[in-house]
């Protein structure tokens, strides 16, 4: 479906993300409208020529002429847009999303929407430590990921047509997970790493450090600049899941700390060979 | 004394480091020679004309006439050198090194040394992820931190030298510190961050994940390629502030734990926000 461009996209939520989708989408000629928060976004995008039309209101023809609705919200925004307003939706439309997490969402707004409307969830593993509109780019999804999550309830089409939206963004690597592993490899790979940032940065108040600070701190730390409204609510979203990646973590850490107190060189250094063979892995090919 | 180009400066160890020092210092003019372990490093410097001089051999003319010599070895192989050798140096030769921890060496040396030479202490804040002569830069410095670390044995004008060495070579910041100063600094800043990123990168082997790496991950453990042998045996230098540090973090991480745990977001944002204040700080000027 998607590749025709006669076809009309609506994107929730004119935000970083959803601009970002905006701006690469419009490219290709497709009709796109925009209904988000503030009509100064609306203003910028239009002006940008990044969108066809926008409202902050629900605009009932918007939203019913639409064949695909990217909905790029705060979770629980999500999922209550859905409840209040999937009366508006045109019928055999396809809903998907750039939520961060999966299994609290997909299954819930799979479960309460109507039976002629498709949500198929996706993440594009993509962001900045910018927000809004007038920091959204064209060149961000270039040389990264975005991983599609159907469930029992998709259908092949919407499936495709979610992973052809991903290839037409400029995604480097475009690929299915079930939303369980995507949330445990989301849990390792991203909120693990922001949980370890915060604390690196607020463990130690010393003052004068950020004089002598070198490159490996501040790569440590480059995210821990981080949105607390809505990290906060992707971490409680994926609870249980981060409490085990932050135990393994834990446990690990706890190893090396008793071999460094107990002097175990050879434990050590076995760890750390460990570490630079599998970072090796981890290299951008 | 170090600003006249007619004085004789020794490299002792001319791997990444050693290797830097003589690229910036030969370009000034010194006469520089050095000693290290492999030919093939001699070879190199000579045919780079990064050296005048080079041997693998205690060269008895080449230390007895060197008025700097700087120590790029490893902190334990510095010790033994110095108590194996320093009958060779040069009456009134200064002595300086690049050794990441202090208090465990500076005073060791400073005790074993004859009357008529002086050691004072500094680190260099640089490094690469690749190692040896082969890998050396005159670019390395600009941007970094060279930390000289004096104690009541230093006089005022060999301070001052280690201090104009540091911007012969374009550190961009150069001071003093004490060893104590130094270490804790250097067990927050580095330390720590070696620990935590060697943990990440070894406390969840499950496959495929690489291809689902973003930025931030990456970033987080870049520096876990690390030099195994160099860092153990930095860590055990420096082993009772690292134990402190790594409590602290250890604290700081189970805090967030609980804070997910009983999903008290409150106290998560109020963690973040911190984070986020904290942070501006060490953005690069």
Known sequence: ?????????????????????????????????????????????????????????????????ADLVIFALYPHIFVEWIAKNQHLLKSGAILTDVTGVKGSIVYTIQKMLREDVEFIAAHPMAGREVSGVENSTDKM????????????????????????????????????????????????????????????????????????????????????????LMWSELFVANKEVLLTQMDLFMNKFKELQTMLETEDIDGMRKMMRHSTQRRALFDKK
Chains 1, 2 share one sequence.
């Open 141 to 228: 999804f270039s040389g990264a990921n975005y991983i599609v999550t159907p469930t029992e309830k998709n259908t092949p089409e919407a499936i495709n047509t979610c992973l052809e939206l991903g290839r037409l963004l400029g995604f480097s690597n475009v690929t299915t997970l079930s939303p369980e592993e995507h949330d445990e490899m989301i849990g390792f790979l991203s909120q693990l790493t922001h949980c370890i940032a915060i604390t690196l940065m607020t463990c130690n108040d010393k003052e004068h450090m950020e004089k002598f600070t070198g490159d490996s701190f501040r790569d440590l730390t480059r995210i821990a600049r981080i949105n607390d």
């Open 1 to 65: 479906m998607i590749v025709d461009i006669s076809k009309n996209i609506l994107i929730v939520g004119l935000g970083l993300l959803g601009g970002s989708y905006a701006r690469v989408l419009k490219r290709f000629g497709f009709h796109i409208s925009a209904i988000t928060k503030e009509q100064s976004s609306i203003d910028y995008a239009l002006q940008e020529s990044i969108i066809d039309e926008g409202s902050t209101e629900l605009d009932k023809k918007m939203i019913g002429k």
